[in-house]
C-alpha cells in the first residue's frame, strides 16, 4: 500500500474527518467525508459556493484530522485545484450519495488534491509514525 492510499484508507474507515483553512488569521475548520485517490494522489471534494472553497483558492495551506480506533491522524498540505471531468466522476463514482447534490457538469462541483503534505499517524502509547504524500 501507498503512502496515499494508506492515508486514504484510514480516512475512509474514520468517515468523518476535519478540514482546517485560513482566513486571514482565522482558522476555520468543519466536518468532510470526501477521499479519493486518483492517479496516485489524494483527492477530496466540495462545493465551489462553499466558504471552503474560497478559502482554499486564497490560502491552498489545509490540515485534516480524523480520529479512528484510538488514533489519529492528521495531513498537512496544498490543495491543488483539479476541474478535469474524469476525477469529478471517479470521486461521485466512489461516493453516489454525493449525486444527490452534485454532478460531474454542474459547475459547483471541485475536487483537489494534496501537493506538499505530510500525514502523521499518532496514538496514546505508540510511536509517531510520518508518512510523506
Ligand atoms: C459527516 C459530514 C461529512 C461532510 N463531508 C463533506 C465533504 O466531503 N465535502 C463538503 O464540501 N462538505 C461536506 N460536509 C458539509 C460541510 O461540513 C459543510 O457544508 C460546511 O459548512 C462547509 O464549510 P464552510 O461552511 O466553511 O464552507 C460534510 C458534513 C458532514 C456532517
Known sequence: MTNVERVCAFLDEAQTYYLATVEG???RVR???TALVYEGRLYIQTG???A???QI???????????HEGKWLRLAGELVDDDRREPKKAMLDKMP???GMYSEDDGNTQVLYFQ???ATIEGF???KETLEL
Open 25 to 27: 488569521d482565522q482558522p
Open 31 to 33: 466536518p468532510f467525508g
Open 48 to 50: 465551489r459556493v462553499k
Open 52 to 54: 471552503v472553497s474560497r
Open 57 to 67: 483558492a486564497a490560502n491552498p495551506k489545509v490540515e485534516l484530522c480524523a480520529f
Open 97 to 99: 450519495m454525493l449525486r
Open 116 to 118: 506538499n503534505a505530510v
Open 125 to 127: 502509547g505508540a510511536a
